[in-house]
């Protein structure tokens, strides 16, 4: 009894990631910590956006 449940658990973890809405932001996130691209893409979009508006260059833009 507690082997099928401790050999179930993964699976049940794997499908609260795929169905709802926390597990989703949270495989998102992790995916955009493991790709340097992504994570280089959002530090541009952050420097943009916190710069005060009046300091914003014209061709600063978030995509």
């Known amino acids: 009894m507690v082997g099928e449940i401790l050999d179930a658990y ?3 973890q794997d499908r609260l990631w795929r169905t709802t809405p926390e597990g989703e932001a ?5 995916e955009l910590l493991r790709d340097a691209e992504l994570t280089n893409e ?12 009046g300091r914003r ?3 600063d833009r978030v995509t």
Do not use: K, N, Y
Request: proline residues 13%.
């Open 10 to 12: 993964p699976e049940s």
């Open 26 to 30: 949270f495989d998102g996130a992790f």
């Open 42 to 53: 959002l530090h541009e979009h952050i420097q943009v956006l916190a710069r005060p508006p």
């Open 57 to 59: 260059r014209a061709g």
